[in-house]
């Protein structure tokens, strides 16, 4: 069994409750949009992240689309803050030291505002001085915070991360919070 779910911003890649350490509940968790039993995440998504995960039943798949040696292509579409020139992708697209790792070569273009493209709760924070620009970035590994990592390692913060594929798998047709068994 294949699931697509849209993931909205602030909810966490697990089903258990996530508390917080005040002993309040925090964030929603998968439970609260996908209420079937013994299906797992193929991989994370940051809490506030949004756009497709896959869950499965199926943990051979599940290894797959998660770990980084089978090269599995993630797209994402990046709102940044400022407007990088073509220089500045250069350096995602030779790979990017981020200290801990050598981030491999991305693949990324300049691309309008994604249409219907819903509002995130809360938006994004504005500036009225800093124009902001949206790049699809296509990377095969998705170690922690990567993408954001990478932004801000050329000078452009990254606002708002959406992840629209993992190899075949799209969110086309799905709505925020809306999930597909395929």
Known sequence: MIILFNKPFNVV?????????????????????????????AGRLDTDSEGLLILTDDGMLQHRLSDPKHKELKTYWVQVEGVPDENDLTLLRQGVDLKDFVAQPAQVRFMAEPEHLWRRDPPIRERKAIPTSWLEIKISEGKNRQVRRMTAKMGFPTLRLIRYAVGQYTIDGLGVGEWRML
């Open 13 to 41: 890649c697990q089903f258990s409750p996530h508390d917080l350490p005040n002993g309040k509940t925090g964030h929603l968790t998968l439970k609260d949009y996908i209420n079937i039993p013994k299906v797992y995440a």
